[in-house]
C-alpha cells in the first residue's frame, strides 16, 4: 500500500473505517486457515476466488497444511498488526500526561527569563531556595521571569498536603524535622508555614505559587514513594498511590514522570539548575 491511498475494486477510494475492518477480518481468517472465511469475505466485495482457486488449495493435500498454517499465521499476525496501526492513538508519553496532567505541561512560558530547577531530593529545601533566588534578582530589575521546579525521586513529597506527613509519617522516613518544633516533621514543612519558621519566607511552596513558578511532580515517583511509605499507614502500595495522588498540594501538576518534565521545561525555554 505504501503511501498510496486504498483503492477499491471500482477504483474509488476506500473508507478508512471499511478498510481497517476488512484487514482484521482477512488477517483474521489467514492466521487460522480459514478459507470459507476469505472467500465469504472476498465475496461481500466482488472478488470472489475462482472454482480453480480452491481446487488448487484442495490439491495442495495435508502434507502442506503445517507449513501453510504457519506461514499464514505469520501473514496474518502481519495484516492484523497493520490494520491496528491504522487506528489513530495518542503516543505514550501523550496518554501518559492525559492521566497524569496536561500533556502540553508547562505550556508557553512567560518571560524574557526562564529557569529549571531540577529537585530529586528535599536537600533542606534548597531547591525551593534556588527558585526563589532566581526570581528575586529579576523581579528587583524589573525583569520578566518565569521559574519552573520539577520534585521528583526524593523530593516528590514536598508535593504532599499536611495530612499525607502525618499519616505515612514522611518526616520521620526522610529524616526531615519541623524548623518550628526541631522534631521529625508531622506536616509539610514547606507548605503554609507560620512567618518565620523558614529562614526565608519567600520560598515557601505556598507563596512561589502565588508568584507564578510552575510546579511539577513526578508520577513515577509518586506510585515509588507510596510503596516506600504504605507500610507507615499499615495500607497496600496502591491505596497510597491514590491517596498521595489526590493529596497533591492545588497549584502543583502530576507530570508522567520527573525526567519527562526537566526535558519538556527546557524545550519551553528553560535553563537549567540541578536543585539537588
Known amino acids: 500500500m505504501g ?11 476506500l473508507d478508512p473505517n471499511t478498510l481497517r475492518d476488512g484487514l482484521v477480518r482477512i488477517g483474521g481468517a489467514i492466521a487460522t486457515g480459514d478459507d470459507a472465511a476469505l472467500n465469504r469475505y472476498f465475496a461481500c466485495q466482488g472478488k470472489q476466488m475462482t472454482m480453480e482457486d480452491n481446487m488448487s ?17 505469520r501473514l496474518g499476525g502481519m495484516i492484523v498488526l497493520g490494520a491496528a496501526a491504522l487506528v489513530p492513538r495518542p503516543l505514550r ?11 502540553n505541561w508547562p505550556g508557553m512560558l512567560k518571560g524574557r527569563h526562564k529557569q529549571l530547577v531540577d529537585a ?36 516528590l513529597p514536598l508535593a504532599l498536603d499536611h495530612a499525607m506527613w502525618e499519616k505515612y509519617k514522611i518526616g520521620e522516613t526522610f529524616k526531615v524535622n519541623d524548623p518550628e518544633t526541631k522534631l521529625p516533621a508531622n506536616k509539610n514543612p514547606y507548605f503554609q508555614p507560620k512567618p518565620g519558621v523558614l ?33 507507615n499507614a499499615g495500607v497496600t ?8 495522588a489526590a493529596n497533591i498540594i ?26 539537588g
Not at 93 to 102: H, R, T
Not at 129 to 145: D, W
Not at 238 to 244: C, D
Not at 252 to 274: D, F, H, K, L, M
Open 3 to 13: 503511501n498510496d491511498a486504498a483503492m477499491s475494486s471500482t477504483g474509488g477510494l
Open 57 to 73: 488449495n484442495s490439491a495442495r493435500g495435508i502434507k502442506e497444511s503445517t507449513p501453510r498454517r504457519s506461514f499464514f499465521s
Open 93 to 103: 508519553a501523550e496518554a501518559a500526561a492525559e492521566k497524569s496532567g496536561d500533556a
Open 120 to 155: 530529586y531530593q528535599i536537600n533542606g529545601g534548597f531547591p525551593l531556595g534556588f527558585v526563589n533566588y532566581f526570581l528575586q534578582p529579576n523581579e528587583a530589575a524589573n525583569e520578566s521571569a518565569t521559574g519552573v521546579i520539577i520534585l521528583r525521586h526524593g523530593a
Open 199 to 231: 529562614g526565608n519566607d519567600d520560598i515557601a511552596i505556598d507563596r512561589l505559587l502565588a508568584r507564578g513558578v510552575i510546579f511539577g511532580a513526578c508520577a513515577v515517583a509518586l506510585r515509588e514513594q507510596a510503596r516506600r511509605l504504605s507500610g
Open 237 to 244: 502500595a496502591e491505596k497510597a498511590a491514590k491517596e498521595f
Open 250 to 275: 492545588p497549584g502543583i501538576t502530576v507530570i508522567p514522570s520527573g525526567v519527562w518534565g526537566v526535558n519538556r521545561a527546557q524545550e519551553a525555554g528553560c535553563t537549567y539548575c540541578a536543585g
